[in-house]
C-alpha cells in the first residue's frame, strides 16, 4: 500500500543535527528536478526578499517565512514526519505510533512537495515554504515541472498495492495515476453526513485518523474494493462514490457526523 499525502504549510523548527544530503533522499530519479527548484528558490530568496515575498504568496506577516529558503543547504535536517506539522499530522500522530506501526509508515507513506517533490516521511529535510503552486520566474508552474520526472518515477513507488490518494487538488496535478495503476487508487473525499458538504478543517483531521487506523491495524488491502471493508471493519463510514473503471481510479465518500 502507498499513501500519498499534502504537505502541510506550517513546519517544525530546523533540527540540531547535519543539514540536507539531497542524495539520501529517498525517489532518486526526482534529484535533478529537485536540484533545480532548490537552486532557483534560494537564490530568489536571498537576493531579492520583496520578490520570492510575491512569488511565494506570503503574506508581510509570514515575510520571516523566506529565510528558511535561503538556509535550505545549512539548517539542521530532521525526519520529514516530524517536519509536518498541522491537522492532518496532529491526527495522524506518527511520533506515538508503535514501532511495527512507525515501520509501515515508513515503508507506505510518502509526502508531496512543491519544493521536493516527494519524500518518504524518515527522509531528513529542513523547514522550506514553497507550496506546489507555486510558479517560479524561471521554472514556471511547479506542478507542470514536477509532472515529467513524476510520471518516470511513481509508477515504480507504486508498486502492485493499493494507492491511497489523500492529496489536496494542487498536489494531485504534480501526478495523477494512469493505466493499472489508477484502477487500484482510491481517492478520499470526507463529507459532513446530515449536508454531504466537504468539511475542509475535519477533512484533514479524519485523512490524519483514518491512516494511522491503517497503519494500527498492520492491514494491507489489496485494492480500493478491499480497502472499502477494511475502513468499514475499522468503524468508518464509506460509500463508494465511483468504482474505478478502466484507467481511472475509484472515488470514496467518508462520512462524519460530528464537526469538531
Not at 535536517?77 to 505510533?97: F, Q, S, W
Not at 495523477?176 to 466537504?198: F, I, N, S, W, Y
Not at 462514490?241 to 467518508?254: E, M, N, S, T, Y
Request: glycine share 12%; hydrophobic share 45%; aromatic share 4%.
Amino acid at each position: 500500500m502507498l499513501v500519498l499525502l499534502p504537505p502541510s504549510e506550517g513546519k517544525a523548527a530546523a533540527g540540531r543535527g547535519a543539514p540536507l544530503k539531497p542524495e539520501s533522499l529517498s525517489l532518486p530519479g526526482l534529484a535533478d528536478a529537485r536540484a533545480a527548484v532548490l537552486d532557483e528558490l534560494a537564490e530568489l530568496c536571498a537576493a531579492d526578499e520583496e520578490k520570492a515575498r510575491e512569488v511565494l504568496g506570503l503574506s508581510e506577516g509570514l515575510r520571516g517565512e523566506i529565510a528558511k529558503n535561503v538556509e535550505l543547504r545549512t539548517a539542521g535536517a530532521r525526519p520529514a514526519g516530524e517536519i509536518y506539522t498541522g491537522v492532518l499530522y496532529d491526527a495522524l500522530g506518527l511520533a506515538t505510533l508503535e514501532p511495527d506501526a512507525r515501520r509501515r509508515a515508513r515503508k507506505s507513506l510518502l509526502v508531496f512537495s512543491g519544493l521536493w517533490g516527494a519524500v518518504r516521511i524518515g527522509d531528513r529535510i529542513p523547514p522550506y515554504r514553497c507550496s506546489m503552486g507555486v510558479k517560479l520566474p524561471g521554472l514556471g508552474a511547479l506542478g507542470t515541472h514536477w509532472r515529467g520526472p513524476m510520471e518516470s518515477v511513481l509508477p515504480e513507488a507504486a508498486g502492485r498495492g493499493l494507492v491511497l490518494d489523500l492529496r489536496s487538488s494542487a498536489y494531485a496535478a504534480a501526478w495523477k495515476p494512469k493505466g493499472e495503476v489508477a484502477e487500484r487508487t482510491a481517492t478520499v473525499r470526507v463529507l459532513h453526513a446530515p449536508t454531504r458538504k466537504v468539511v475542509s478543517h475535519f477533512n484533514k483531521a479524519t485523512k490524519g485518523r483514518m491512516v494511522r487506523s491503517l497503519l494500527d491495524a498492520g492491514v494491507r488491502p489489496s485494492g480500493p474494493a478491499e480497502l472499502v471493508e477494511v475502513l468499514r471493519g475499522l468503524g468508518y463510514v464509506v460509500e463508494v462514490q465511483a468504482p474505478g473503471r478502466a484507467g481511472r481510479p475509484w472515488a470514496l465518500d467518508v462520512l462524519v457526523t460530528q464537526i469538531h
